[in-house]
Nanobody, 125 residues
Framework: QLQLVESGGELVQFGGSLRLSCSAS????????IGWFRQVPGKEREGVSC????????RYADSVTGRFTIARDNAKKAVYLQMNSLKPEDTAVYYC??????????????????WGQGTQVTVSS
């Protein structure tokens, strides 16, 4: 079964940048669509971005379009989320999730079976 581990979250100032990593083990990443999600305590989980298995299809939430970029390196079994121009409202626990069901497609409102444990991103104003 695919296991995912997020890293890269930390405290950053308004306008700063971070790159989150989602590292996979236990199975090849090649067949998995990967999504990034975030959640603030007391609020619903929000889909941030996703990438299909080949990397050719990506999607972004309106709130991060133009600021965040998702990329994957299947050889390194990793997916990255580059986050620029960070705002306090980006503060959340960020999770990556994977599914083998969608091939080269991905979505922010579809079901993902494999989830990481999350990494905290805090943006100070």
């Amino acid at each position: 079964q695919l296991q995912l581990v997020e890293s890269g979250g930390e405290l950053v100032q308004f306008g700063g940048s971070l790159r989150l990593s989602c590292s996979a083990s236990g199975f090849t990443l090649d067949y998995y669509s990967i999504g990034w999600f975030r959640q603030v305590p007391g609020k619903e989980r929000e889909g941030v971005s996703c990438v299909g298995s080949s990397g050719g299809i990506t999607r972004y939430a309106d709130s991060v379009t133009g600021r965040f970029t998702i990329a994957r390196d299947n050889a390194k079994k990793a997916v990255y989320l580059q986050m620029n121009s960070l705002k306090p409202e980006d503060t959340a626990v960020y999770y990556c999730a994977g599914s083998p069901r969608y091939g080269r497609y991905c979505g922010l409102s579809i079901e993902y079976e494999n989830w990481g444990q999350g990494t905290q991103v805090t943006v100070s104003s």
